[in-house]
T-cell receptor, first 112, second 109 residues
Framework: EPEVTQTPSHQVTQMGQEVILRCVPI?????FYWYRQILGQKVEFLVSFYNNEISEKSEIFDDQFSVERPDGSNFTLKIRSTKLEDSAMYFC??????????FGPGTRLLVL | RKEVEQDPGPFNVPEGATVAFNCTYSNSASQSFFWYRQDCRKEPKLLMSVYSSGNEDGRFTAQLNRASQYISLLIRDSKLSDSATYLC??????????FGDGTTLTVKP
């Protein structure tokens, strides 16, 4: 069964550093998403991406964040200058038709 | 008011019990509704979509009441493996999905 994959599974970084989280969505899917989940809290929407552009973003997704689909398979989330409060699990999701979303296993980001 | 509110839980039930989770949403423009389950430190996994006509998948039944803006999930004959956090998810349009805080279920032998 096809699945969303994410790398790395864990990332530790220093405050102020840039990180890039990578996702490979399911191959025939056209809609891509990033979510985050701070430990002990609920899953929060960050951004949705379709047809090579952002279709919606939340108030969390400020100028420090960017997304890119650099080639036909990868979908990346970049955090330009990480803060302590960016520590969370980051989930990528993809959807064939913008309805049902399938989630990757997540990247656990720890900012020190 | 939260956009999606779930029973706070936790629910602790014996094997074989029937358990029901409730969820309400505040935005009447919401279009799509889902239940996901999340195991500890794992990704949310789709359990089922929820339709106005109600839908069933084995031991799981989901209901949607658009007039009351209410969604439910019923688990019959609960198994140990049903222990997880159940997430109510509401989608307004092609972009954003809003998650509830989740309701934790523990099924005990």
């Amino acid at each position: 069964e096809p699945e969303v994959t994410q790398t790395p599974s864990h990332q530790v970084t220093q405050m102020g550093q840039e990180v890039i989280l990578r996702c490979v969505p399911i191959s025939n899917h056209l809609y891509f998403y990033w979510y985050r989940q701070i430990l002990g809290q609920k899953v929060e929407f960050l951004v949705s991406f379709y047809n090579n552009e952002i279709s919606e973003k939340s108030e969390i997704f400020d100028d420090q964040f960017s997304v890119e689909r650099p080639d036909g398979s990868n979908f990346t989330l970049k955090i330009r200058s990480t803060k302590l409060e960016d520590s969370a699990m980051y989930f990528c999701a993809s959807s064939e038709n913008s309805e049902t979303q399938y989630f990757g296993p997540g990247t656990r980001l720890l900012v020190l | 008011r939260k956009e999606v509110e779930q029973d706070p839980g936790p629910f602790n039930v014996p094997e074989g019990a029937t358990v029901a989770f409730n969820c309400t949403y505040s935005n009447s423009a919401s279009q799509s509704f889902f239940w996901y389950r999340q195991d500890c430190r794992k990704e949310p996994k789709l359990l089922m979509s929820v339709y106005s006509s109600g839908n069933e998948d084995g031991r799981f039944t989901a209901q949607l009441n658009r007039a009351s803006q209410y969604i439910s999930l019923l688990i019959r004959d609960s198994k140990l493996s049903d222990s997880a956090t159940y997430l109510c998810v509401v989608k307004r349009r092609a972009g954003k999905s809003t998650f509830g805080d989740g309701t934790t279920l523990t099924v005990k032998p």
